[in-house]
């Protein structure tokens, strides 16, 4: 055989490793709840890290074990994102905005041996502690600095393990992390990264056409780094050597720019509903804040109404959109602008940012056409075809990022195809650029009399008006059509608009059979654990809808 390169196992512990070495007096800011800034550098993370594994080790944690955390992004996080997998446990980064049995429930699933929680969390935990199955609880002082008898103490954990710590050998396709789906449309299921994935993952998001993060650059994700670990953040920030400002449990508007405005922020994440709250803000109180630099901001999670784009823009701000899942650690898709588009006018390089964008390098996509997939003409149920280039189909997808199964969860294989592909339940197109343009979640595209009409596009138009805050739309169950849409809008404070000159707006865009039946004005839009707009608790809201009213 000829002889090629090195076998090098992709890990983590070399990412760190290497950080600890070239990026050690970086730093790393983590907001407490009392909203003071600690500061600690990427050295000492390590350090600290380093003395989590010895620590996890000599209380019996085994290869593959899987210690969770419940705890709110800051530098005690960073550690574990770092200390368990190095030390060849999986971090579960457990969800602590979900109900509280569904915590146990998750924990159970994932037979977490250990949990690393916040003092701050505590209380949380108290809820759900006698279903849950932890061998150790230790708390980690993050705000209150108490340490109830019964928990261990992190500080003490540390202040015991030896700083000699040599890493075990691990290999590239172990284990590291994992997180369950935030569960917007059903139950959670669990999903484990391995180590190649990460380190490969974070090579991708730091590519120059991608998120572009770098060691000049000051990161802020805002994302829970429960969700798709932070969208994989903390490892790209460790690869090259970014600064991280770390927000803790305050992610209102205000404290956000706040945070971008004094730490001189140049990159945040997070999904739409936090910027759309960031964009009324920055609108409603002129030249409050200042940015030194720039700011690139990553949001996906869900589609960013055009507005948001471009209200943004006008603030120094510049959303690179991207579409990813849990299960593909999460980043797929970025939708930004080809060389020869920016000779385009302005709407039509705005009309190509609002797409999912293009497949990120060793992502590839599919879109297919299903019975319960494709709108239009009636298709035998369990058949599958090619995709005819236009009809919106399923999309499909598979790379070294994306997940091959659900953690102990065989029930769910049909979402993996025969030859090898995901299902993402999410209905799409792609078009002659290589850009997806996501329609809807097959769950959420409302289904009128065989014709599809897409929840996405309509809210998108609405939140274009300009005296929207916010709009969902669900589809409902209909007597004659099987299913009508329904919005629900929140005006912007001391704005007006009625149901019918928001009909007139959608009117402009939309065919009138796909114009919604209702528009009711509401306080807020119920949000998911990851600040999604929660479809499934506003179509129990109007359950009982009556259509003649
Ligand atoms: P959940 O499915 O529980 O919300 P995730 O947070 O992993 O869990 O969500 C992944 C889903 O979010 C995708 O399948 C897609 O439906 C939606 N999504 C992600 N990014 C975008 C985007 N840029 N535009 C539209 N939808 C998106």
């Not at 770092?82 to 109900?99: D, E, F, K, Q, Y």
């Not at 999460?330 to 705005?350: C, F, I, N, S, V």
């Not at 629900?488 to 919604?516: C, G, N, S, Y």
């Amino acid at each position: 055989m000829l002889g090629t390169m090195m076998d090098f196992p992709l890990t983590l512990q070399h990412v760190f490793e290497r950080n600890s070495k070239i990026f050690p007096r970086v730093e790393i800011a983590s907001r407490l709840p009392d909203r003071s800034i600690a500061r600690t550098c990427w050295g000492t993370v390590h350090q600290r890290a380093r003395q989590l594994s010895s620590a996890l080790i000599k209380l019996g944690m085994k290869p593959g074990d899987r210690v969770a955390s419940m705890m709110w992004n800051h530098s005690g996080h960073l550690e574990a994102f770092s200390g368990v997998p190095c030390a060849g446990g999986i971090l579960h980064t457990l969800n602590l905005r979900l109900h509280a049995q569904e915590i146990a429930a998750i924990a159970r699933h994932a037979e977490d041996r250990f949990l690393l929680v916040d003092d701050v969390l505590l209380p949380v935990l108290e809820k759900f502690r006698a279903e849950a199955p932890f061998e150790k609880i230790i708390v980690v002082p993050y705000g209150c600095g108490t340490v109830p008898d019964g928990f261990l103490n992190y500080e003490e954990l540390l202040a015991e393990a030896p700083s000699e710590f040599s890493y075990p050998q691990i290999d590239e396709n172990d284990g590291a992390a994992m997180c369950f789906t935030s569960g917007t449309t059903g139950c959670s299921k669990g999903v484990v990264y391995s180590h190649r994935a990460l380190v490969l993952h974070s090579f991708a998001e730091a590519m120059a056409d991608s998120m572009g993060i770098s060691h000049q650059d000051t990161v802020l994700p805002v994302a829970p780094m429960f969700h798709a670990n932070a969208w994989g953040l903390p490892y790209t920030c460790a690869m090259v050597g970014a600064r991280l400002i770390l927000p803790g449990p305050n992610v209102d508007a205000e404290s956000v720019l706040d945070l971008m405005a004094q730490e001189r922020v140049t990159f945040a994440s997070g999904v739409p509903t936090v910027w759309l709250g960031v964009l009324q803000a920055l609108e409603a109180n002129p030249g409050r804040w200042k940015f030194a630099k720039p700011i690139r901001l990553a949001c996906g999670g869900s589609a960013p109404p055009e507005q948001l784009i471009r209200g943004l823009e006008n603030f120094g701000i510049h959303l690179i959109h991207l579409w990813g899942m849990t299960e593909t650690t999460p980043l797929a898709t970025l939708g930004m602008l080809k060389r020869h588009m920016l000779d385009w006018p302005e709407d039509r390089q705005y009309e190509a940012r609002c797409k999912q964008g293009w497949a990120g390098p060793f992502v590839e996509l599919r879109v297919m056409r299903r019975a319960d997939f494709s709108p239009g003409e009636p298709m035998p149920e369990g058949v599958e075809c090619p995709w005819d280039g236009i009809t919106p189909g399923e999309l499909e997808i598979r790379g070294p990022w994306i997940a091959s199964q659900y953690y102990n969860a065989p029930e769910q294989g049909h979402r993996w195809t025969s030859d090898g592909w995901f299902r993402t339940g999410d209905v799409a197109t792609i078009d002659e650029e290589g850009y997806v343009r996501l329609i809807d979640r097959a769950k959420d595209l409302v289904k009128s009399g065989g014709e599809w009409i897409s929840s996405v596009d309509l809210e998108n138009c609405l939140m274009g008006h300009p005296a929207v805050k916010e709009a969902c739309v669900v589809g409902l169950p209909h007597p004659k059509w099987q299913e009508r849409p329904l919005a629900a809008v929140v005006l912007k404070p001391a704005h007006e608009a009625t149901a019918e000159e928001l009909r007139k707006h959608l009117a402009v865009t939309f065919a009138k059979w796909q114009l919604p039946d209702a528009i009711v004005f509401v306080e807020a839009i119920p949000r998911t654990s990851v600040g999604k707009f929660k479809k499934t608790e506003l179509r129990e809201q109007f359950a009982n809808w009556n259509w003649t009213q």
